[in-house]
Structure formats: C-alpha cells, structure tokens
C-alpha cells in the first residue's frame, strides 16, 4: 500500500473516529437533558405543592395593657380586629364598646356607652354583631364599622358603632319582663331573638324586615311567641343564621327546637351530647352555622350537624377533637370550617373539622383567658388574659388539604355518609371546597381501562397478524396507514365522540351491543368456514391476502347491528333501552360516557400499541420460525410457542405505551364524557380524569389557593401514575427479555 493510500485511510479513520464522538456525545447530552427536563418538572410540582402540607405555625406579636385596672373592663363579650390587624374591638357585658389601636400599643381611640340597664347579653361572632337585653324586655343590637380612606395616599382607618337594627331598642317581650338570657340570629334583613325572662319563660321573637319602597328603610315586624318545654335549668341559648334551629342547653342535654315557621314553633327532640367522662362547658357555631360544636370540660370537642336518614333528618354525632386541657374559650374561624380552643393551662390548638385534623398545639397563655379572637383573614390571632391583650401572627393558609381529606372518605355537612368528594367550586358564600383525589384518580384508572380493553386486542391481533401472516406487499400499506393514524389530533376525536358518536351509541343502544358481540364471533365463523372450504377455493386467494375478505364481512354485520337496533329495542324493551335501563335494571346511563370514551381513546391507543407490537413480532429472527417449521410445529403453534414468546418483551412495551398514553390523555376525555367526578365502574356513566380536571379548572384556580396547589398535585400523582407505570413496564421486559433471550 502506498503512502498516499496510508494517509487517506488514516485520515478517514480520524473523520469516523471524529464523527462517532461526536454522535456519543450530543446523544448523551440529550439523554441528559431530558431526564434534568423530567427532575426540574418533578421538582417544580413539589415546590408548588409542599406549602400545602406546611403545619400551621403561629408567631408571637405585640403584647400590651388595654387599660389601667382590669376591674373596670368587665367580661369581654366580643373580641375582634378589622382585616388590616390594626384596631381591636371589644364589647364587654356592661354595655361598653371599645376601639383600640395595635401600632399605638393598645390606645384606646373609640368608645360607646350603652344606655339602659343591661341585664343580659348575646353575640354573634358570623356577623360581628352584639345585643344588649335590657330589663324592661327590650334589646340593642350594635355592630363595628370601619371606614377606610386614604387622605394624602395614607391609609386611615375610622372606627364607629352602628346600629343594624336601628338605634331604638326592640321589643323582645311584650310583657316587660327582664331578660336574663339572650341570643340573636340574622338572616338578610330578618331578625331573630330569644330570650328567658326573670321568671323563667322562654320567649321567641321574629323580626321579619322588609324595605319601604318609598324611604327605602327596613321596616321590621315583630312576632313573638313562648318558647315550649324549656326545662327547668337553662344554661345556654343559641339560634342558628338561617333562623331554622334554636339550641337550648341544660346541662349535658341539648333541646332542639325547630323555629322555621314562628307560628308552628316546635321541640324535635332532645339529645345527650357531652363527651365520654366530660360536661358540656358551651354550645358554638361553626362557619357557615350548619355545623354544632359541643365543647367539654374534659378538653374533648364534638361536632354535629344534619344528617338525613330513612327520609328523617336529624343531628348527629359526626367526629370529636381533644384539646390539651379543659376548654375555656373556643372560637371559629372566618369563612373556613375550623376553629381554636384555649384551655384552662394556657395550651392553645387550632383545629379543621373537615380534615379531622389537629394543626397546631402549644402553650401560648397563661391559665385566665377571658376572650379569644381571629382576624377576618384569619392571619392574627387575640388573646385576652385580664387587661393583657396578646397577638399572635398565624400562617395556616390551607387548613383543608391533609392526606386524610384528601385520600379517604370525608364526612361533609349535609351528607348522608363519609364520600370520596372532589367539587372545589360552587355558587354558594358558605361552600366547602371538597378535594379528594380518590374520585378522579379512578376515573383516570377507569378511563384507561375502557381504552385498553378495546385497543388491545385489536391493536396486538393486528400487529400479530400484520407482522406474521400478511404480504409484504400488504403489510407496506396496512403498516403505514395505521401508523397515520396516530397522527390524528385527539381534539378530532374528542370532538367526532362527542358530538357524533355519543348521540349515535344512545340512539342505537342495543345495535352498538349487538355489534361488539357479534362482529368478534362473525370473524370467528368466517374463519371457520374458511378452513373447512375446499382447497381449491382457498388457493385463490393470494397467500397473506384472506383478510380482505373481512371488510364486506364488517360492514355488513355493522350494517345489519344498526338495521335491527330499532326493532330489537321495541322487542325486549319497550321501545326505550335507556329507560329499560335506568327503570328495570337501576342502571344509570349517561350520553358521554364510558362506551364512548373507550371507543374514541381506544382509536387514539391502537396506532401505538400496534406499531411497537408489530415492529417486535417482525422482528423476531426468521431462523426461529423456520427451525421451528421444519420439527414439524404447525404454523399456529410457531406462534404461540416461539414467536410470541419472543416478542413478548416488546409487545408487554407496547401495552404499557398505551396504558402511559390513555392515562394522560385530556382533549378525548373532556370532550367524550359528563366530565363528572363519580365512582361507577358502570360502563353508563361517565367519570373525571386527573389530566381533564386539571384542563377545566387550572384557568380558573386562584393562584396560590389551595385549589390551585392541589391540581398541581394532581399533576403530581399524574406523574407519579406514568413514572411507575413506565418503571414496571421496563422492569418486566428485561425479565421477559432475560428469559426468552435464549431462545
């Protein structure tokens, strides 16, 4: 060899050389970017969805005097601070409100003087409003008012006292007698009070207001009647802001008294609801006043509401909570169904009923604790010990979101029984957000399965076939058509499911049945008949071409399942399979639904599934086959016992690739189903899938709410569901590949 032929050879080698690092290389880099892509997604889910399960933590303010001697404050009624935390306001049971400013440490800079003999007192801490009975039979109500302006671009916050109800007292019994009890419920512009007199009677008054059309005033007119079966001892009155119920505490024994109709006023029954080895110290109302929470003396907390069952509604015990210590003041939070306890050693602990959870526990206060508040936005919190007042600053942004609410059943307010739940918004002021993931991660699971239960077998049969019994002339056109297929965009699915073949499916019900029934047992009968044709016939046909005989098979008993629909559905069942359905056999049925989206996601689902399968059935060697063939193995049996085998490594791929590709899919399933989180297996009724919740309600989540962070968590546990589907589908391929490598 020359030396000009040594140098172009050694030359070219370096280019190769240079060329293969090059490809190792960027084909390494890129495998390294796109598992950094995967750990910067996987960590951004965690970083939006960590604030969630921060515990509640709650930081020591200001402390200070709100006046000189204690002796002169009287008992705190109410104790509260407007939504800037800067003035603390508080009624006391002698008829004197005071406004105190936080950055001028506690100065008092507002006061109003009740006038009358106050005898009794109520509050209502919903609506921040307190009455005054007096003992002529009359009450006050007043409530604080803050006027914010900004003179000079400088925020100023003007307190006062109004009257809600008129600055005239109101006349609660028409008898005069003293009030020694109160209680006061609003709703709207009506007004209920009730009250036990000096002599013991009970006395409801409803005040029904209405707005003068001309002065545009609220006019109120009063109703009043006795309160019946009171008994003797009467420790505590409390009415409900829908002015439905009116709780009568004695003792450990609760009078419920129903109070809708004032003219029909009635006691429904009477319950024991103290805690085992305790007394019931207070009745409170949780947000909303649906919910009835029973504090002890022995620390233990219980909460009640409605229950209907057997067609009765009635007050039941739904979960208890334990405080560290002998309850002295509870209070519930604003617009969140949580509450706070002070016990009796200064232990303060912030629960959330819907989680049944307890997230927060310390020793805060010392052992006299008269009052105890939370600010509007729920971010400060007020005790009161004597004339010491102390703030404490309370990070709890999402009390409601715990692995318990949010993995197992929760009993809401209003519900029969503890249900997986997921409904995060509604038109009403009081509603819970509801946000179990139980529901919309069966429906992903349920929503795959449909899909794989069509897809698969078609998809492997095809490939099977395709790769192993069709021409090659064929299969060059079968192949890429299908494969074509998976270039559809799924919205046209979505779309044609929704709009055609859902109204189509409810319209020939008992057709679409007779179709998948019968069109796998024609092909079967097809086959059969095939085989027992004689020769000559058979030999027509072009090896690798005898499915081409199927498609005039198909469309006809397509045709014909369609055809006969309308007469077999007036046959068996009265002209109505819906109702023949939903009437006889208590199975609900909803247009979008399962049939449908395992239709439309199965023909999403086949072009991948039948690429890989049939890629791994083509390729296995032909020397295995043709080994196989000349022992004398029939053709079905190469099959089944060696090519199959082979390839089960990459068929098992295959339908894990389907599986990963119909649970992330979205556009079919918002478009294909009643997008309705419910837990039915039903093959009739629709479902929700994490990726299509997250697509109707991410636009409009407030971010950083906890709705917003929890569909980052459900694209959390989305990514999780691919990840381990992806992990077992790899760890069992290498098994399969590692024992049938041998082969």
């Not at 370096?14 to 495998?31: E, N, P, Q, S």
Request: hydrophobic content about 45%.
């Amino acid at each position: 060899m020359s030396t000009e032929t040594q140098t172009l050879a050694l030359s070219g080698s370096r280019r190769r050389w240079f060329k293969d690092r090059l490809a190792h290389i960027g084909v390494t880099t890129g495998g390294i970017l796109v598992l950094v892509a995967l750990l910067l997604i996987f960590f951004y889910l965690l970083y939006v969805v960590k604030p969630i399960f921060d515990d509640a933590r709650v930081e020591p303010g200001q402390e200070f005097s709100l006046v000189e001697s204690a002796s002169s404050m009287g008992n705190t009624v109410l104790l509260g601070v407007e939504e800037q935390n800067e003035l603390v306001y508080r009624f006391n049971d002698r008829g004197e409100v005071n406004f105190y400013s936080i950055p001028e440490k506690g100065k008092r800079i507002y006061s109003v003087q009740v006038e009358g003999d106050v005898t009794s007192v109520a509050r209502n801490t919903g609506d921040k409003m307190v009455a005054y009975g007096l003992n002529d039979g009359r009450f006050m109500v007043l409530s604080p008012k803050f006027n914010v302006s900004y003179p000079d671009n400088i925020r100023t916050i003007k307190p006062e006292v109004v009257f809600p109800f008129g600055e005239q007292p109101l006349v609660l019994d028409e008898q005069q007698r003293s009030l020694s009890q109160l209680s006061i419920a609003r709703n709207g512009d009506d007004l209920a009070a009730a009250a036990l007199t000096a002599d013991g009677t009970g006395v409801l008054t409803r005040f029904a207001g209405k707005e003068n059309f001309i002065t545009g005033e609220v006019e109120l007119t009063p109703t009043q009647v006795t309160i019946p079966g009171l008994p003797e001892q009467v420790d505590q009155l409390l009415l409900t802001p829908n002015l439905r119920f009116l709780f009568v505490r004695s003792a450990n024994e609760v009078y419920i008294y129903d109070v809708r109709n004032i003219n029909k006023l009635r006691l429904r029954n009477v319950l024991t609801m103290n805690a085992v080895g305790g007394n019931i110290s207070s009745l409170s109302l949780l947000s909303g006043g649906n919910s009835l929470l029973v504090a002890n003396d022995n620390g233990k907390v219980s909460q009640w509401f409605e229950v209907t069952r057997d067609g009765k509604r009635e007050f039941t015990f739904i979960r208890e909570f334990e405080a560290n210590g002998a309850i002295e003041q509870i209070t519930s939070e604003v617009n969140r169904k949580g509450f706070i306890t002070a016990s009796s050693n200064g232990s303060l602990d912030i629960f959330h009923t819907t989680g049944g959870t307890r997230l927060f526990s310390e020793k805060l206060a010392g052992d006299q604790v008269s009052a105890l508040a939370i600010s509007p936005r729920n971010s400060m919190l007020l005790l009161l010990e004597g004339n010491t007042l102390s703030t404490f600053h309370v990070e709890n942004e999402h009390p409601e979101v715990t692995w318990r609410a949010m993995w197992t059943k929760v009993w809401y307010e209003g519900y029969p029984e503890p249900q997986y739940v997921w409904q995060s918004t509604s038109g009403s002021s009081d509603f819970e957000a509801k946000l179990s993931l139980v529901p919309i991660s069966f429906g992903t699971i349920k929503a795959a399965f449909y899909a794989l239960l069509f897809a698969v077998p078609i998809a492997v049969a095809g490939a099977v076939y395709t790769a192993y019994f069709m021409s090659s002339g064929l299969r060059k056109v079968v192949k890429p058509t299908v494969e074509i297929m998976e270039a559809l965009p799924t919205v046209i699915l979505g779309f044609l499911a929704g709009l055609w073949l859902a109204p189509l499916i409810e319209t020939h019900l008992p057709g679409m049945v007779i179709l998948l029934v019968m069109l796998p047992l024609s092909i079967l009968l097809m086959a059969f008949v095939w085989h027992h044709l004689p020769k000559r016939i058979r030999n027509a046909v072009p090896e690798g071409w005898q499915c081409i005989l199927l498609l005039p098979l198909v469309v006809l008993v397509g045709w014909m399942s369609f055809a006969f629909s309308p007469l077999v559905e007036t046959v068996f069942f009265g002209g109505n399979a819906r109702s023949f359905l939903t009437n006889e056999l208590g199975i609900g049925f909803d247009q979008r639904n399962s049939l449908v989206v395992g239709i439309a996601m199965g023909f999403a689902v086949i072009p991948t599934i039948f690429s890989i399968a049939e890629d791994a059935v083509f390729s296995v060697p032909r020397h295995l086959t043709n080994g196989s063939l000349a022992l004398g193995a029939t053709t079905w049996q190469t099959l089944t016992r060696v090519v199959m085998l082979t390839a089960s490594p990459g068929i098992f791929s295959a339908v894990m690739m389907g599986l990963g590709r119909a649970v992330g899919e979205t556009m079919i399933v918002l478009m294909a189903t009643g997008n309705t989180p419910v837990m039915d297996f039903s093959i009739f009724n629709g479902m929700r899938t994490l990726a299509a919740n997250i697509a109707v309600e991410m636009p409009e989540a407030e971010v950083n709410s906890s709705h917003y962070r929890v569909l980052f968590l459900a694209a959390f546990v989305l990514f999780v569901f691919t990840f381990l589907f992806n992990t077992v589908a790899e760890f069992v391929r290498q098994r399969l590949r590692d024992k049938y490598s041998s082969m």
